[in-house]
């Protein structure tokens, strides 16, 4: 079986860069404030409505459980809102990427490695930050936003719809993931997927099976740690390793 690596889907949101906390969180804050709701998620509490998918359903959820009920037409316009200070935030240069991340992009660029981004993310916010991030220089080929499925993580389908249009055959690629949701909707489309962490902490689903498991992607002064996969032969994550990884998934399945 032809197991050489071709295609990286990178999850955003945590995966590619910490912006839950950074963004995220203080945008919604503000949005509330704009529509004098009594309301401030804390970060404890962000971190458990985390496990909602989706800003609007995390705004419709907290509704509900805060006997608030919000209509549907002003949990929208909330969201815009939300939209427009994470834009905000983003433009005062508030985010940075992942140890490692932006080396590892570049190292798969130089070797025409395929990338692409899978997000449950707006088009907006996901363009938005890949410019200020990448400043002017963008390796993804296409982005699966969440104005692109009728169903987000943890279903399948985003990245069913990313291989689909890519093309490349699933023992191919690998997946870069952060959260419960995205693992869940990457292993239920049957592709290689590695995990790695973000600044929020969260407990691994049992029904999660991962063959590969890193602290971070490491680089020259920060020495990623493998605590599931192949052995680490340089300090940090490279093309190599992604190329072991792949083996490893592709002789276990034989």
């Known amino acids: 079986m032809n197991t050489n690596l071709e295609g990286v889907y990178w999850d955003l949101d945590g995966t590619i860069a910490n912006t839950e906390l950074e963004a995220h969180l203080p945008a919604f804050n503000l949005a509330f404030k704009d529509f004098g709701l009594n309301w401030n998620w804390e970060t404890n509490k962000y971190i458990q409505l985390l496990r909602i998918n989706g800003g609007k ?12 009920d919000l209509s549907d037409d002003l949990i929208i316009k909330i969201h815009e809102k939300k939209q427009f200070h994470y834009l905000e935030i983003i433009k005062k240069n508030c985010v940075n990427f992942k ?5 590892l992009i570049n190292e798969l660029h130089s070797k025409k490695i395929r990338q692409f981004i899978v997000t449950s993310s707006s088009r907006k916010q996901v363009d938005l930050l890949i410019r200020y991030l990448f400043n002017g220089f963008n390796p993804f080929e296409f982005i699966i936003s ?55 902490p969260i407990v691994l689903e049992e029904n999660i099976k991962l063959d590969c498991i890193l602290d971070s992607l490491g680089d020259e002064n920060n020495v990623a740690n493998v605590i599931k996969g192949p052995k680490l032969k340089t300090p940090y994550i ?17």
């Open 57 to 68: 359903n995390r705004i419709a959820y907290y509704s509900k459980s805060n006997d608030d």
């Open 99 to 103: 140890t490692g991340v932006f080396r």
């Open 146 to 200: 969440s104005e692109d499925v009728e169903l987000k993580k943890p279903n399948p389908l985003p990245y069913l719809k990313a291989v689909k249009l890519s093309g490349i055959k699933k023992n191919n690629s690998i997946v870069f993931e952060d959260s419960n949701p995205g693992l869940i909707s990457a292993l239920a489309a049957n592709l290689p997927t590695i995990f790695v962490p973000s600044n929020i």
């Open 238 to 254: 490279d093309h190599s390793f992604l190329s072991d990884y792949l083996k490893t998934v592709s002789n276990a399945k034989n």
